[in-house]
């Protein structure tokens, strides 16, 4: 998802978890497939970028635009004449819970595998000055 407002500019990359077991473990491999998609994605960080893809892909569904609906010629107008101030990169995957993140302690290879595959897409984000914020489920 591709979310702006004024001048700022979210893309959102979401994924949903393979069971409901409030005892699930971080899955390596679902986080692989979400900040591939991310870094594949940063693209869009850039205004132009966004501005060439929703011409090619002729989009006619809903564009909302700081929380009303407008047309993408309306839409496309408008981010030309916008500068971004804020860039952000959004990753939710709900293999990972707020209790992984809290307990430093106990890391297993699978959080150690983890915490490395996400400073390194961090660091990618902050090196084209982009925020990189990441959601666990609770």
């Given at each position: 998802?591709?979310?702006?407002?004024?001048?700022?500019?979210?893309?959102?990359?979401?994924?949903?978890?393979?069971?409901?077991?409030?005892t699930?473990k971080?899955?390596?491999?679902?986080?692989?497939?979400?900040?591939?998609?991310?870094?594949?994605?940063?693209?869009?960080?850039?205004l132009?970028?966004?501005?060439?893809?929703?011409k090619?892909k002729?989009?006619?569904?809903?564009?909302?635009?700081?929380?009303?609906?407008v047309?993408?010629?309306?839409?496309?107008?408008?981010?030309?004449k916008?500068?971004?101030?804020?860039?952000?990169i959004?990753?939710?995957?709900?293999?990972l819970?707020?209790?992984h993140?809290?307990?430093?302690?106990?890391r297993?290879?699978r959080?150690?595998t983890?915490?490395?595959?996400?400073?390194?897409v961090?660091?990618?984000?902050?090196?084209?000055?982009?925020?990189?914020?990441?959601?666990?489920?609770?």
């Amino acid at each position: 998802f591709i979310y702006l407002n004024n001048n700022e500019l979210i893309v959102f990359h979401i994924k949903g978890a393979s069971n409901k077991n409030k005892t699930r473990k971080i899955s390596t491999s679902a986080f692989e497939v979400v900040c591939g998609q991310a870094l594949k994605n940063i693209k869009f960080s850039q205004l132009d970028n966004v501005v060439d893809h929703l011409k090619r892909k002729n989009i006619n569904r809903r564009i909302w635009k700081n929380g009303n609906m407008v047309t993408l010629d309306k839409c496309l107008i408008d981010l030309s004449k916008n500068t971004l101030t804020k860039k952000s990169i959004v990753v939710f995957q709900p293999h990972l819970k707020e209790s992984h993140i809290k307990d430093t302690m106990n890391r297993d290879h699978r959080q150690k595998t983890l915490e490395a595959l996400l400073y390194s897409v961090n660091k990618s984000c902050k090196g084209i000055d982009v925020n990189f914020y990441l959601i666990a489920d609770k």
